[in-house]
């Protein structure tokens, strides 16, 4: 699958002239409208001077209206200046809550390496917080937490891979993911965003009612070796979902109960070395069905009636 180009926020600060070349432009401005206003008054609009009435009174009936004009044109500097100092205050509260957003990435990332299994856990929710608050890089926050899982990992304590606590914080991960996908689970959904599964191995998990409304999956060349892993009661129905040789090597695989009405389900090269794969109650009433490896048991899908 191709990858989304993820592009970073423009800078926050309005584009606008500096303020001495804005305030030298406003008071040529306003001098050359005064200047021709006094001008048109003085020869259009004031009639010319009656018998008995001085150059003088003439010269200050002009100048009340110039002065009106000049009330009016320093009104409409000052909403000028009111606006610009706002787009200035909005760029300034904006670009703090962007340093914000990436200070609690950056922290976040550390959390995620740290040797502790706590201190990843709490890694884990802080980067899932911030995929809900920063809905620019939203897609990036996510990807960060389905490539932690694609990082090798033994579940047997006398491997070299192994990490105590390792289980729960990835099981911990797919829950997340799952609740963010089912309807009305937490406060904002990520149902239509990419998850990137490639080569990871599960040791369990729990997509129980996940809603796949759009959007791509990718499970291309995961491992399903230990557990269960809950495909229950989810619903495909318009994201396009890879299980490309994927393999399930002692687990088990659950799509009981789930129902596909549209997208596409691909288990092209995918097989079953030990464990099972349920398909118990699937319910195929649309979208494409790409049967994989053993076919038997993927065709049983395309037919089995609701139970």
């Given amino acids: 699958m191709a990858d989304d180009e993820q592009r970073w926020e423009p800078g926050h600060a309005p584009r606008m002239w500096p303020f001495w070349m804005a305030s030298s432009v406003a008071v040529l401005a306003s001098a050359l409208v005064l200047a021709t206003a006094f001008f048109w008054l003085d020869h259009s609009l004031i009639p010319p001077a009656a018998a008995g009435t001085s150059s003088a009174d003439r010269t200050l009936n002009v100048f009340k209206s110039a002065v009106a004009l000049a009330t009016f044109a320093g009104a409409v500097l000052a909403g000028v200046y009111a606006y610009r100092k706002q787009k200035l205050t909005e760029g300034d509260a904006k670009r703090a809550d962007a340093e914000q957003l990436l200070s609690r990435f950056g922290k976040a990332s550390e959390q995620l390496g740290h040797e502790s299994p706590a201190v990843r856990l709490a890694g884990v929710h802080a980067m899932s917080s911030l995929a809900d608050d920063w809905v ?44 963010h996908l089912r309807p009305g689970f937490s406060r904002v959904s990520w149902q ?26 990718s499970f291309h060349r995961a491992r399903f070796r230990e557990g269960n892993f809950y495909l229950s009661d989810a619903v495909f129905s318009g994201a396009r979902i890879w299980f ?58 395309k037919s089995a009636p609701q139970q």
């Fill in 136 to 179: 620019q890089q939203r897609q990036l926050c996510i990807d960060v937490l389905t490539v932690y899982l694609q990082v090798p990992y033994e579940a047997d304590p006398d491997k070299r891979d192994y990490l105590h606590g390792e289980m729960i914080v990835r099981r911990t991960i797919v829950r997340l993911i799952r609740d």
């Fill in 192 to 217: 239509g965003m990419n998850f990137r599964f490639e080569d990871a191995i599960f040791y369990g998990g729990d997509l129980t009612g996940a809603h796949f409304v759009s959007g791509k999956v």
């Fill in 244 to 301: 490309t040789e994927a393999t399930v090597e002692g687990g088990r695989v659950s799509f009981a109960n789930a129902k596909m009405t549209g997208g596409l389900l691909d288990f092209t090269g995918a097989s079953v070395t030990s464990g099972e794969v349920v398909l118990k109650g699937f319910d195929h009433q649309g979208g494409e069905l790409v049967a994989g490896s053993p076919a038997a048991l993927f065709e049983e899908a």
